[in-house]
């Protein structure tokens, strides 16, 4: 059995980010080939014509809600995960005080909890009148900034990409953050194609693995969906000899949780608890964009699927180097181990 202390490393709090680079693409691009540095804006020459890139257009939602308990008027906070037929799945804080029936008032959003919170999560009916619920929550949420961010935004879309556009996801596509508008025509110019996929992050994105051997360690369903023109763009590209690019861990999920055993993505909605770790046999992607993870979590053994025992190298160096690490860190590219 894998350990997950396998996959954790020292990373000292002063190598976390807590500011945003400026512009967007002055970000760090570290090449795991060759150990290169370079900058954000330079990756349009670091791919190749014929190269197709993916991003996960998902938008972050105002999902955190600061409220009460309509009786007591204790203090009550949710983060929404996501819908389900039963429900919102919401993490509740403090959970210790609530149980199924309790009634909760964020703003003009009405909630009662219909089951839990058991470790803090639990389920949730909401209710917001006659105003349609996601206006509700945008005009009553704030966007869920990352715990270990301890910085301040003065405007909330630093932590959107450049081209999101549904909400869905309670935290962002990090890896996209560094693409600006130039970037995306660059790339273009250079005849790499783009494509998206939708994958609505929840969250295991926040924490580390608790439990000490991986095997054991359940993911959190997301909700996904790859268009027949992502579908289309990917066979194209590997049929004319291409790479196809993910842009962050969320989209390397969502094109491995909708291909086929042949590699062959099949378009449509789907649902997705696929958990990635060394082993595994990556069926689509060929190149990584991504930030630097927290230790010990899922996205870590997604890299170190992803890359092999170099990850460890690779971190090293970043970190060595002075890389900013996380959400608003620096970011690299990497080849798939063969």
């Not at 909630?111 to 349609?132: F, M």
């Not at 949780?257 to 770790?277: C, H, K, R, W, Y």
Request: some cysteine; proline content about 6%; charged content about 25%.
């Amino acid at each position: 059995m894998v350990k997950t202390s396998d996959f954790v490393y020292d990373l000292p709090p002063a190598s976390i980010a807590q500011v945003p680079a400026e512009p967007r693409d002055a970000a760090r691009l570290l090449v795991a080939d060759g150990l290169a540095d370079h900058r954000f804006h330079e990756l349009p020459e670091l791919l190749e014509a014929g190269d197709l890139v993916v991003v996960n257009r998902t938008r972050v939602r105002r999902a955190r809600l600061l409220g009460h308990k309509e009786e007591g008027g204790g203090r009550v906070e949710a983060l929404l995960l996501r819908p389900t037929s039963r429900g919102w799945e919401a993490l509740l804080r403090p959970s210790r005080r609530l149980r199924p029936g309790s009634r909760l008032r964020f703003g003009e959003i009405r909630a009662t909890v219909v089951a839990g919170p058991e470790r803090g999560e639990g389920l949730l009916e909401l209710d917001s009148g006659e105003v349609p619920l996601e206006e509700a929550v945008d005009r009553c949420g704030e966007i869920p900034l990352p715990p270990y961010f301890t910085g301040r935004l003065d405007d909330p879309e630093r932590y959107q990409t450049v081209y999101a556009s549904r909400p869905g996801s309670a935290a962002a596509p990090t890896a996209g953050l560094h693409f600006t508008p130039g970037v995306l025509r660059r790339l273009g110019e250079r005849g790499v194609d783009l494509a998206a996929v939708d994958l609505d992050i929840g969250v295991d994105t926040f924490r580390p693995i608790a439990e000490e051997q991986l095997e054991e360690h359940r993911m959190h369903r997301e909700d996904y969906s790859v268009g027949a023109e992502t579908a289309a763009a990917v066979a194209a590209a590997q049929s004319r000899g291409g790479r196809v690019v993910a842009v962050g861990t969320t989209v390397v999920r969502a094109l491995e949780s909708a291909a086929n055993a042949a590699g062959e993505i099949v378009p449509g909605l789907g649902s997705t608890d696929l958990f990635i770790t060394p082993g595994y046999r990556f069926r689509a992607v060929d190149l990584l964009v991504t930030n630097f993870h927290v230790p010990g979590s899922t996205l870590v053994v997604l890299v170190a699927a992803f890359m092999g025992e170099s990850w460890r190298e690779v971190y090293r160096v970043a970190l060595e180097r002075g890389y900013r690490f996380l959400s608003f860190g620096d970011a690299m590219l990497a080849g798939r181990a063969r």
